[in-house]
Every structure is written in C-alpha cells, then in structure tokens.
C-alpha cells in the first residue's frame, strides 16, 4: 500500500541531511585547528576523503547492507526508492518521507562516524593504511551495528534504543579511537600545541549548528519529538559547556577557551541517544553529568599517558557510553510513546538492556580495531617514520602546506 509522503517532513530532511553533510568539513576545521602547523592538511583531508569514498561504499553496498534485511541485492532498495519514489516505512517515519531522502540522511551519519576517529592518532599514520581503514572499518564495524539498531537487527528486537548515535556512532567511534592509540603508539611530540583556536571555534560551531539536523532530524519526520530532539541537544550542549569550565577554571585558575569548546561537544555527544526520549530537565541534568565526567576522562587519558591527541576517547567514546547509560535512567514513555521507561521510571529491564549493548559494542569495537590494524600494517605501514612525523605530513605525504610563510 502507497503511503502519503509530507512535503514538509521531506524538505525538513533534507535539510537535516546538510546540516549532518556540514559537520563532517565542521570536524576537520575543528580537529585542523587542534593539530600542530605541519599537519593541518593531513588531518583535514581525512574527513574530506571520507565524504566522498564513504559515499562510493554506501552507494554500491553500504545502505542496502544496512537497511535492506538482505532483500533487493546490492543496488536493490537504491533502484526501489528512486524508481517508485516509495515511502519510507519503518519505526522511525511512518512512511512520511520518501525512502531515497532517508538514504541520503543516514549516508551522512556514515560520513563523519569514521572520520571522528582520525583524531586520535593525528600526525602519525600513513594516507594509504588510513584508507584501508576507512573501508574496512566501515564494513565490519559500523554497518553492523547500524543494521542491529537502526535497521530492525538483533538489538533493536532486544529493544535497546539510541535516537540518534550513542552506541552507533559515539561508542563504536571512540573505542576504537583507543585502540587506534594504543597499537599506534605516541607522539614523538607529545606537548605540541593547536595551531589556530579560532579554526576549533570554527569548527566547534559548525559541529553545533550540524547536531540539530544530526538529533532532531534523527525523528525523521516534523513532530513534537522533533522539538524536543532539539531543545535536548541545546540545552545539554549548554549545559555540558558551563560545568566544564567550571570545573577546568577551579582546577587550573584560569577560564581555558578550547575546554570550553570540548565540553560543548562532549555534551552533544552525550545526548545524542537521549535527544528524542528524555524531558527537557534530564537533558539539563545529562549535559551537567557530561561536562564532569569526559573532563574527568580526558585527565584519566593524560594519567594513563594514552597519546589520544584530540581527546576522541574522552569525548565521543565516552559521552556516547554515558549517554547510552543515562537514556536507561532517564527515557520516559510519558515523553515519546515509542520509547521506553528508564531506571528512574521503574524499569530496571531496559536500563541492563542498554549498558550490555553499549559494553558490547565498544568491547568489540576495540578489540576489531586492533587486530584490524595489525593486519593492516602486513599489507602497508600503519605509522609513518619518525622523519617523516617530525617534518609534517602536510608536505612529505600530500606535497602541499596550509600556510605559506614566503607568500605576500
């Protein structure tokens, strides 16, 4: 049966889909602006490269892996959704849009999920171990457990939840962030210093304004969910700024400009698998908890001497575990019907259900990640030299600089 597409649903997902499309180049101006001067270039390109071979995979396999339950071959559901223009049916749109937007939108998710994690092992491996990495990455990690939640898989049957990428995104991309660390290994300088905090605050800004799309466009139609997806991811983001500079000022006797910019996406991050299902004071309560704890995190990491440059463990590997967790705390059924009632609302059940799942993803996160770079490192070398590390990879691996100290 044809279902009726909205017209205004449709456009607000599209729109949506640029916001989550604007995050990925927000990303590599904000990790761009974390890297030292020789490697601005080399971790920017990283996630531009990940906007257009990500969408090579999602195109030929990627979305149909995911989506599809094995039905319709490789190009099936692409051929489907434009061909017969059909509508979207599934738990999330209630066949309100057509299923080619719903494509386009979850495509940009699989865009910067990898990409969060270049991050972490900034300046130190090679362009072609990095793609190696981002294909099989994705294959192996990240669409299952798009399929297992999002596309009607296991977890979902099990009725674990993550509006919008708490275990699908944040989780699986910052284990593996730390195991990228730790098979990587350090710097060899370890105390260098951003080369433009005001590219972070670009950056920062982007990776704001995108979330909406990224959260509220997580509805996949025009509700009151919507809404409140919205307002959530505002007020945690908020929320999650403010506490961290209190606490990073009382410790260190100084307002710090790039904590304060961390804590706003470690609060987004932190979110995400909330934003549809939780009222609005428990947003304002898990983005106080988020600012705490990744600083918390992010000190541990500078404890345990794990060289993760830009913090991507601490911040989404963490905010996506922690928000995971507190979903099973807070989720209210009175607040989204579709959803569930969390710890705080008298079901124990649900809240076991979400910190096996996230445990479960990150543990196999890490541990695929390892092992996977070990192999890549057979086929390629992983870590670029210690000469070519301290001349910058801008230059020995792409033959270009960011700043042209010479030019007029």
Same mark, same amino acid.
């Given at each position: 049966?044809?279902?009726?597409?909205?017209?205004?649903?449709?456009? !607000?997902?599209?729109?949506?889909?640029?916001?989550?499309? &604007?995050?990925?180049? =927000?990303?590599?101006? +904000?990790? @761009? $602006?974390?890297?030292?001067?020789?490697?601005?270039?080399?971790?920017?390109?990283?996630?531009?490269?990940?906007?257009?071979?990500?969408?090579?995979?999602?195109?030929?396999?990627?979305?149909?892996?995911?989506?599809?339950?094995?039905?319709?071959?490789?190009?099936?559901?692409?051929?489907?959704?434009?061909?017969?223009?059909?509508?979207?049916?599934?738990?999330?749109?209630?066949?309100?849009?057509?299923?080619?937007?719903?494509?386009?939108?979850?495509?940009?998710?699989?865009?910067?999920?990898?990409?969060?994690?270049?991050?972490?092992?900034?300046?130190?491996?090679?362009?072609?171990?990095?793609?190696?990495?981002?294909?099989?990455?994705?294959?192996?990690?990240?669409?299952? !457990?798009?399929?297992?939640?999002?596309?009607?898989?296991? &977890?979902?049957?099990? =009725?674990?939840?993550? +509006?919008? @990428? $708490?275990?699908?995104?944040?989780?699986?991309?910052?284990?593996?962030?730390?195991?990228?660390?730790?098979?990587?290994?350090?710097?060899?300088?370890?105390?260098?210093?951003?080369?433009?905090?005001?590219?972070?605050?670009?950056?920062?800004g982007l990776l704001w304004f995108g979330w909406y799309g990224f959260n509220a466009g997580s509805e996949v139609c025009v509700d009151k969910i919507t809404s409140l997806a919205f307002l959530n991811t505002d007020i945690a983001a908020s929320f999650a700024t403010i506490s961290w500079v209190i606490i990073e000022w009382s410790r260190e006797r100084r307002p710090k400009f790039?904590?304060?910019?961390?804590?706003?996406?470690?609060?987004?991050?932190?979110?995400?698998?909330?934003?549809?299902?939780?009222?609005?004071?428990?947003?304002?309560?898990?983005?106080?908890?988020?600012?705490?704890?990744?600083?918390?995190?992010?000190?541990?990491?500078?404890?345990?001497k794990w060289d993760d440059a830009l913090d991507v463990w601490g911040v989404h590997g963490v905010g996506g575990v922690l928000g995971t967790i507190l979903l099973g705390v807070f989720a209210s059924k009175a607040i989204n019907g579709a959803g569930a009632n969390g710890l705080l609302f008298g079901d124990s059940t649900f809240f076991f259900k979400q910190l096996i799942a996230?445990?479960?993803?990150?543990?196999?996160?890490?541990?695929?990640?390892?092992?996977?770079?070990?192999?890549?490192?057979?086929?390629?070398?992983?870590?670029?030299?210690?000469?070519?590390?301290?001349?910058?990879?801008?230059?020995?691996?792409?033959?270009?600089?960011?700043?042209?100290?010479?030019?007029?």
């Amino acid at each position: 049966m044809t279902q009726i597409l909205e017209p205004g649903s449709t456009g !607000f997902m599209l729109l949506c889909c640029s916001l989550v499309m &604007l995050m990925t180049p =927000g990303l590599a101006f +904000f990790y @761009g $602006g974390l890297a030292t001067k020789r490697n601005i270039l080399g971790i920017m390109i990283q996630s531009f490269f990940s906007l257009g071979w990500t969408t090579v995979l999602w195109f030929i396999f990627g979305y149909s892996l995911c989506f599809s339950g094995g039905d319709g071959g490789i190009f099936g559901n692409l051929d489907k959704a434009f061909l017969n223009n059909v509508a979207l049916d599934s738990m999330y749109s209630n066949g309100k849009i057509p299923e080619i937007v719903f494509i386009a939108y979850q495509m940009m998710f699989a865009i910067i999920t990898p990409a969060l994690i270049t991050g972490a092992f900034v300046n130190r491996v090679t362009f072609k171990s990095y793609v190696i990495f981002l294909t099989v990455w994705q294959i192996f990690v990240y669409y299952p !457990f798009v399929h297992m939640i999002w596309g009607g898989g296991l &977890l979902a049957q099990w =009725g674990v939840l993550d +509006f919008a @990428g $708490g275990i699908v995104v944040h989780a699986t991309a910052g284990f593996a962030a730390l195991a990228s660390v730790m098979y990587v290994g350090a710097r060899v300088n370890k105390n260098s210093t951003p080369n433009s905090i005001p590219l972070v605050a670009i950056g920062s800004g982007l990776l704001w304004f995108g979330w909406y799309g990224f959260n509220a466009g997580s509805e996949v139609c025009v509700d009151k969910i919507t809404s409140l997806a919205f307002l959530n991811t505002d007020i945690a983001a908020s929320f999650a700024t403010i506490s961290w500079v209190i606490i990073e000022w009382s410790r260190e006797r100084r307002p710090k400009f790039v904590g304060l910019l961390t804590g706003s996406i470690a609060g987004l991050a932190t979110i995400t698998p909330c934003a549809g299902y939780v009222p609005l004071w428990a947003a304002a309560l898990i983005g106080t908890i988020a600012g705490i704890v990744c600083y918390l995190a992010v000190q541990l990491k500078n404890k345990m001497k794990w060289d993760d440059a830009l913090d991507v463990w601490g911040v989404h590997g963490v905010g996506g575990v922690l928000g995971t967790i507190l979903l099973g705390v807070f989720a209210s059924k009175a607040i989204n019907g579709a959803g569930a009632n969390g710890l705080l609302f008298g079901d124990s059940t649900f809240f076991f259900k979400q910190l096996i799942a996230v445990a479960i993803a990150s543990a196999y996160a890490f541990m695929f990640t390892y092992i996977m770079l070990i192999i890549i490192n057979y086929i390629t070398p992983v870590r670029v030299s210690e000469e070519t590390e301290m001349a910058g990879l801008d230059e020995a691996l792409h033959g270009e600089k960011a700043y042209d100290d010479g030019a007029l």
